[in-house]
């Protein structure tokens, strides 16, 4: 059984920083595509970042955010630097990189506030 548990999420100050971490199990996370999505108050879901043969970043994260994988520990994480107030939502790691299809996790609460 497929299983991604996320882990990480908390309350912040603008300008500070955390790191998500995604939990794989049932399947071998370095074999596939990998992406973090999330979905702030009130709004659609929005993705983040893949990571693949490459990594790719939204223009809203770019230079901020840094995506790797563990493969030892199968294991995704999202480092998150200088976040804003606009990074507040709820984040999810899933796989691949299409919003329709691929697993999901439960999610993780980032809150950034002073």
């Known amino acids: 059984e497929v299983q991604l548990v996320e882990s990480g999420g908390d309350l912040v100050q603008p300008g500070g920083s955390l790191t998500l971490s995604c939990a794989a199990s049932?399947?071998?996370?370095?074999?596939?595509?990998m992406s973090w999505v999330r979905q702030a108050p009130g709004r659609g879901l929005e993705w983040v970042s893949t990571?693949?043969?490459?990594?790719y970043y939204s223009d809203s994260v770019k230079g901020r955010f840094t995506v790797s994988r563990d493969n030892a520990k199968n294991t995704l994480y999202l480092q998150m630097n200088s976040l804003k107030t606009e990074d507040t939502a709820e984040y999810y790691c899933k796989t691949g990189n299409d919003i329709n299809n691929g697993y999901w996790g439960q999610g993780t609460q980032v809150t950034v506030s002073s």
């Open positions: 049932g399947f071998t996370l370095e074999h596939y595509d």
């Open positions: 990571i693949g043969g490459s990594t």
